[in-house]
């Protein structure tokens, strides 16, 4: 039984189709490993996509205050208040650095997240309003 020229030219298109979606699905899957493979260089060894801890500030209140992760864990600084801040690490006037940042700009309704990778107690504040602040604990 021969097959007729379209059902030919419509096998062809299908394995060449097969093939292409086999090679991009083999390219996202190298790409996803090379940037956990970044990410986790950049980050002291901590791979991506563990727990994110949420923290807000609205009214100028950070909710909640304290907060306790894990090693490798993300904290996410979240601003829900009109104004925009300007964050910061450590104490008021004694900034430190933490996962490379010392201070950060949050523009209104904006958020940044930290990956946590030192160990210790710790503390953020807004550098304009330093009674806006919280404290983070990382295990």
Do not use: W
């Amino acid at each position: 039984m021969r097959m007729s020229h379209r059902k030919k030219i419509f096998v062809i298109a299908a394995v060449a189709a097969l093939v292409s979606l086999g090679a991009l699905y083999g390219a996202i899957v190298a790409t996803s490993a090379y940037i956990d493979d970044q990410y986790t260089s950049l980050h002291q060894g901590c791979s991506p996509h563990r727990t994110t801890h949420l923290v807000v500030i609205e009214n100028d209140i950070v909710q909640p205050s304290h907060t306790v992760a894990a090693r490798c864990d993300t904290l996410t600084i979240k601003n829900m208040d009109n104004v925009d801040r300007m964050m910061a690490f450590g104490v008021h006037d004694h900034h430190m650095t933490y996962d490379g940042i010392e201070t950060r700009d949050l523009l209104r309704y904006q958020s940044f997240s930290v990956t946590l990778t030192q160990t210790g107690s710790f503390i953020f504040h807004d550098h304009m309003n330093d009674e806006v602040s919280g404290t983070f604990e990382v295990q």
